[in-house]
C-alpha cells in the first residue's frame, strides 16, 4: 500500500508548494491536502492531490480528516488553541510521522509567535508522536513592499541601518518541509535559517535583482512610511515591523546559521538577489 501523506494549509502558499514538491519526491505516496471548507482546492485536486475538509477548531472534523494518514505536515496558524486539536486528531489517528512548521529560536521573542509554537512542540511531545519541529527562520516575503516600492519608484528607503535579519524563500521552507516529512528520517528539531543580512544590504541585493540603480536611503521611520504610503505601496506595515525587530540586538540574527537548512535542502539557499528578483 502507499504511504498517505497529508499536507495541512493546502491552499496557502506554502501547502501548495509543499504539495508540488512532494509530488517529485515522492511519486508513489497518496498526497492528501487539508482544506479549511468544501469547495476549496479544486484545481489541487486537478493535479491529483486527494482532498480532505477540516477546520483546525473543530476536533471531530480534524480526527475525521486524518484517517489513514500515515504522516503529516502540519502546517501552522497564528491561534494558539486550535493547534491542540490537530495534534489530537494525529493522536488519535496513529499518525506515524508529523512534521511541524515551528519558528526558528523559538528561545528568543518573535512577535509572541514563539508561545504558540513553542506550546505546539510540547503538545507533539506529550502526545508521543513521533515529530520533527521544521523551526523556520523568517520568510523573506515578509518585505514584498520594499520590493514592490523599488520596482515602482525606484527606492529602497529603510530606517534599520546595521539591524540584522536572516530570510528565505517560502518556495524553500516548503521544499525542506517535503524533503523531511518523505524521508521521515529527521530528528525532533531541524533549524532552517537564511544568511544573516542588512537592510542596506538587502537594498544592495534588490537593485541587482531589478537591474537598475535604486535610491538605497536610510530614512527616518515616520518618512519610511510615508513614502511607502505615497507610493500606494501595500503591506508597508509588515515591512516595518520587521524592520523594528531588525534593530533588535538581542534578536540573535546575527547567529543565524544555513547550514542545517542547505544540507537537508542538498543545494546552496537562492542568493538574496535571485530570490528578490523571484518576488519581483
Ligand atoms: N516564517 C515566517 O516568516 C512566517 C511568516 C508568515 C507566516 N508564517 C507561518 O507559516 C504558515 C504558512 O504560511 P503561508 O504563507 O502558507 O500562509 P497562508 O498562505 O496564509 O496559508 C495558511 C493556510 O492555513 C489554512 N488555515 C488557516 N487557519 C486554519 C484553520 N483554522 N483550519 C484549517 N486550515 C487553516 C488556510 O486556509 P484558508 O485558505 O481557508 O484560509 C491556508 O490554507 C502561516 O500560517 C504562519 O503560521 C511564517
Request: with cysteine; aromatic share 10%.
Amino acid at each position: 500500500m502507499n504511504v498517505k501523506i497529508m499536507v495541512t494549509g493546502a491552499t496557502g502558499d506554502y501547502g501548495r508548494y509543499a504539495l508540488a514538491y512532494l509530488q517529485k519526491f515522492a511519486p508513489d505516496a497518496d498526497l492528501y491536502g487539508l482544506v479549511r471548507r468544501d469547495g476549496q482546492g479544486a484545481d489541487l485536486s486537478k493535479r491529483g492531490i486527494h482532498l480532505r475538509v477540516g477546520d483546525y477548531a473543530n476536533l471531530p472534523a480534524m480526527t475525521q480528516a486524518l484517517r489513514g494518514i500515515d504522516r503529516l505536515l502540519f502546517v501552522s496558524t497564528p491561534t494558539p488553541a486550535v493547534q491542540k486539536n490537530v495534534v489530537l486528531a494525529a493522536q488519535k489517528n496513529q499518525v506515524g510521522y508529523v512534521a511541524y512548521t515551528s519558528i526558528y529560536r523559538p528561545d528568543l521573542a518573535k512577535f509572541g509567535l514563539e508561545r504558540n509554537h513553542l506550546q505546539t512542540e510540547r503538545w507533539l511531545k506529550s502526545a508521543g508522536l513521533h515529530y520533527t519541529a521544521l523551526r523556520n527562520d523568517w520568510y523573506l516575503e515578509v518585505n514584498q513592499a520594499m520590493f514592490t516600492m523599488a520596482k515602482r519608484a525606484h527606492a529602497f528607503p529603510y530606517f534599520s541601518t546595521d539591524g540584522v535579519l536572516s530570510f528565505a524563500l517560502k518556495r524553500e521552507y516548503a521544499e525542506a518541509g517535503a524533503r523531511v516529512i518523505s524521508g521521515a528520517g529527521a530528528g525532533e528539531v531541524v533549524n532552517l535559517a537564511g544568511t544573516p543580512v542588512t537592510y542596506p544590504e538587502l537594498g544592495a541585493a534588490t537593485q541587482a535583482a531589478v537591474g537598475h540603480a535604486l535610491r538605497i536611503q536610510p530614512v527616518t521611520e515616520t518618512a519610511f512610511m510615508s513614502q511607502m504610503t505615497q507610493a500606494g505601496i501595500m503591506g508597508a506595515g509588515v515591512a516595518d515591523a520587521y524592520q523594528q525587530y531588525a534593530c533588535d540586538p538581542q534578536n540573535g540574527a546575527r547567529d543565524a546559521d544555513s547550514t542545517e537548512f542547505e544540507r537537508l535542502l542538498g543545494h546552496p539557499l537562492t542568493p538574496y538577489a535571485a530570490a528578490i528578483r523571484e518576488l519581483l
